[in-house]
């Protein structure tokens, strides 16, 4: 089964359109998203495992926290 | 009747462009060699258009509209954008389309009960504008790209993408027109992006999937699940859908692997391959 949060990929690609690369997001970036607390704890503190294994997509991962990656 | 002339798989990344810098001279060499190749046949083969097995980066499909196959309808491609263009470090354009080419798959298609979804604004990034950048520097030659979604999991089996691919093929061979067509697939091999693992690279998998191409040993392939592709060739390895499908299209053609370098700056397991009839 694919772990999938949909609230969690919706916020990362409206993020990653605007093309602004983030070390975590802020409560003004998360306002309007009905997500879990976790999701918002990991969005926060730009924590991209964490984000990973509740189900957001990799490649929005790294578009938005690009900076959070050692390579 | 129109007729493939050429067929070539590439991976893509945008840093092959974008930072090539970082990379070891020799692996660049080997690899920017192999594109060079790859462009000096395709222009031999003289194509009047490239049908061009991609995927999206969810820069165009996001989660609210996600198609597992995807036909290019659009007059022209950013390939890339400016913005994406400052990225890649090469020149924005865009590259003409073949829209009417691209209905007249669909329309098949769909009679056909193969379900194509379409687009008619598509923004290309590393996936279409960097192997074209190396391939087709003037541009002049129009794209049909068709898409397959290889990034958002859930995703279609390696086994109905080589069935797509078949029937795009079959679709070509039939059309009435005089075409010379080339197929270009792009993506792959081994590379992790985003994951836990990300810059990981697995020589011994891409090592796997060339020996199969080169020797036209498609059942392999096309029997890989997603989770030993993700295993094995991490999520950017699901882009290898994109050869399976141009496999599909020229049955029993055998890959010539012009280079292959795992690029460990470049986090991609980076290969060139022309395939011969």
């Not at chain 1, 495992?49 to 938005?64: D, E, F, K, Q, S």
């Not at chain 2, 129109?2 to 810098?21: C, D, F, K, N, Q």
């Not at chain 2, 192999?34 to 999206?56: K, M, Q, S, Y």
Request: aromatic content about 8%; glycine content about 8%.
């Amino acid at each position: 089964m694919i772990r999938t949060s949909y609230a969690l990929n919706k916020l990362l690609t409206a993020v990653a359109r605007q093309h602004v690369m983030k070390d975590g997001l802020t409560d003004d970036d998360l306002a309007g998203h009905d997500l879990s607390d976790a999701e918002r704890a990991a969005l926060r503190a730009g924590d991209i495992t964490r984000l990973y294994h509740l189900g957001a997509n990799p490649y929005l991962i790294r578009r938005v926290f690009r900076s959070r990656f050692r390579i | 009747m129109a007729e493939i002339v050429a067929a070539l798989m590439t991976s893509h990344a945008p840093l092959m462009t974008g930072r090539p810098e970082v990379s070891k001279p020799e692996q660049r060499d080997r690899l920017y060699g192999g594109f060079h190749e790859l462009r000096r046949r395709l222009t031999a083969a003289r194509p009047d258009l490239i049908v061009v097995f991609v995927n999206d980066h969810i820069q165009n499909f996001p989660y609210s509209n996600m198609p597992a196959f995807c036909v290019g309808l659009a007059e022209a491609y950013d390939a890339p954008s400016p913005g994406g263009g400052r990225f890649m470090r090469i020149p924005p354009r865009k590259v003409r389309g073949a829209p009417a080419w691209g209905m007249a798959l669909l329309e098949r298609g769909l009679a056909a009960g193969v379900d194509f979804a379409y687009s008619y604004e598509i923004e290309g990034w590393d996936e279409l504008s960097v192997p074209l950048h190396f391939l087709t520097p003037e541009g002049n030659v129009p794209i049909a790209p068709v898409y397959t979604n290889c990034a958002a999991p859930p995703l279609p089996t390696p086994r109905r993408c080589h069935e797509v691919g078949a029937f795009v093929g079959e679709f070509i061979r039939s059309r009435p027109t005089r075409e010379r067509v080339a197929l270009l697939a792009t993506g792959g091999i081994s590379h992790w992006v985003g994951t836990p693992e990300t810059g990981r690279i697995n020589p011994e998998f891409d090592q796997r999937v060339l020996d199969h191409v080169v020797r036209a040993d498609i059942d392999p392939l096309v029997r890989l699940t997603h989770d030993e592709i993700e295993r094995d060739g991490g999520n950017g390895g699901q882009e290898i859908r994109n050869w399976i499908a141009l496999l599909g299209a020229v049955p029993a053609w055998k890959g010539e692997v012009l280079a292959y370098e795992p690029v460990v700056e470049w986090i991609t397991g980076c290969a060139t391959v022309w395939v011969h009839p």
